[in-house]
């Protein structure tokens, strides 16, 4: 099976069903992930500095998860981690230079939801192969622009925005038309939303999986000036990326609400599981003025905290208690469980995956297990290939152990007292690295060989 028709198989979309069959017992299933959005970027978590109302809303509705992780440091492999269920230790894409593919073996969420009866649609950034249709998908730099996938099976490029994100755009807002050619820019994220609105309406009938990873808040930092979320900003005494980040934080706000008040419109809210994430941690804390990690160490590419906790929403009318929290630690490869037992595809799960259901937790029926091992692992660089472990971690309980760099020994934290990793304890606490250590070494493979496939010749994306 080729790259083209493994990505056709995974994410075609089932038959129509009838609106009685979809609201008897097959929830919807909206999956809203972020991109670099920072652990405490959105008021339910903590922010003071950016509003997000609506957000914070599906926080009061649902569930909010405090201890919540992504499945990597950076985009591709946490994309991985979570359609196939597998930890990085297991998972097929490791790499993150945005081309490297899953393997025509890997099983994944849309594939399993897919034979389950499920409609299947993913609008953003898929990350984890050069797939061609079936997404909206904005041009991998993130540029928010540059060229877009449709679900014709080609590339369209977007004409207004050629000259504009060539090379290294700066950072700031732009006119909506370009004065020196006259063409009219076009912002990828409006367009990404506005196709994933349609989608939904069209599959109002039918019970449907929306995967929505969408490109915000990635930089690069540009932004249309006439944007309502930029003129709350604009003149805020932060550097100009901490303002066009805050900015695509409040857009993609916007954008939840404006899903969530489309999926009441064609009535099937109470009917729909609405999921909310961020794909790592932080790119930029923005030290000073959104502290978007808070009180946690590091930031994307590294395994402090800062670099995997994530924050984590679930909201389910009904289902699920509003205003609760969860302590439960969870990561990206729990998903794949979960949604079989929301849905009840548990027969169509693969073996072999390290994810466990969290239903029981979500809807109150039973507390899970915390002290189940939790793993991590990272390259030696952003985009280099071949692909060589730099950085690990693994967290069992309260403990967690990690290194940066391979060259050097295993740190030791006490999460429960020390979530801003200050206080290595590996010195005066041997018995619990090695334990920790051992499952590393006996719960890992190394990953098949990471190929970008070719790019034309001077550019840096396909």
Not at 67 to 90: D, I, Q
Not at 311 to 330: C, E, Q, V
Request: aromatic share 10%; with cysteine; hydrophobic share 35%.
């Amino acid at each position: 099976m080729n790259r083209r028709e493994f990505a056709l198989s995974a994410l075609s979309a089932a038959a129509v069903r009838g609106r009685a069959e979809a609201a008897t017992g097959q929830p919807n299933i909206v999956y809203v992930i972020l991109d670099d959005l920072g652990m405490y970027d959105t008021g339910c978590y903590g922010s003071r500095q950016i509003a997000t109302p609506n957000i914070d809303r599906v926080a009061a509705e649902g569930m909010k998860f405090t201890e919540a992780y992504s499945g990597c440091t950076v985009c591709a492999p946490a994309r991985s981690t979570l359609m196939t269920g597998k930890h990085m230790g297991h998972t097929s894409v490791r790499a993150n230079p945005g081309g490297v593919s899953l393997q025509a073996d890997d099983f994944t969420i849309a594939q399993m939801l897919q034979k389950a009866g499920y409609a299947c649609g993913g609008f953003g950034k898929w990350g984890i192969g050069d797939l061609h249709g079936l997404f909206i998908l904005a041009g991998p730099g993130i540029k928010q622009g540059v060229e877009i996938e449709l679900d014709t099976g080609k590339k369209v490029p977007l004409p207004g925005n050629r000259d504009f994100y060539r090379g290294k755009p700066a950072a700031g807002a732009f006119p909506a038309v370009d004065p020196a050619t006259g063409l009219k820019r076009q912002f990828s994220p409006y367009l990404i939303h506005g196709e994933m609105q349609k989608w939904l309406r069209e599959r109002r009938n039918q019970p449907f999986f929306c995967y929505a990873p969408w490109t915000l808040p990635h930089g690069a930092h540009e932004i249309p000036e006439s944007d309502p979320a930029w003129q709350l900003y604009k003149d805020k005494p932060w550097s100009l990326d901490a303002r066009v980040h805050a900015a695509f934080v409040s857009i993609a706000d916007r954008f939840v609400g404006e899903t969530m008040s489309l999926i009441k419109e064609l009535g099937v809210d109470g009917n729909t599981l609405f999921l909310f994430s961020s794909d790592n941690g932080a790119a930029d804390t923005f030290g000073g003025s959104l502290n978007s990690a808070g009180n946690l160490r590091g930031q994307k590419t590294e395994m402090y905290e800062g670099g995997i906790r994530s924050p984590f929403l679930a909201r389910f009318p009904g289902k699920i208690k509003a205003g609760s929290t969860s302590d439960l630690p969870i990561y990206f490869p729990d998903l794949m469980p979960t949604l079989a037992e929301f849905t009840g595809a548990t027969a169509l799960l693969p073996k072999g995956i390290d994810g466990m259901s969290i239903v029981p937790e979500i809807t109150g029926r039973a507390k899970l297990n915390r002290e189940r091992p939790m793993y991590w692992e990272w390259n030696e660089g952003h985009f280099n290939l071949p692909y060589r472990v730099k950085m690990q971690a693994c967290r069992k309980g309260r403990w967690k152990i990690v290194r940066n760099d391979m060259a050097r020994p295993w740190e030791l934290y006490d999460l429960s007292k020390d979530p801003g990793e200050q206080h290595n304890l590996a010195s005066t606490n041997q018995s619990v690295v090695r334990e920790l250590e051992a499952w590393v070494k006996n719960n890992r493979v190394d990953p098949p060989e990471q190929v970008e496939p070719s790019k034309p010749e001077g550019r840096q994306w396909r």
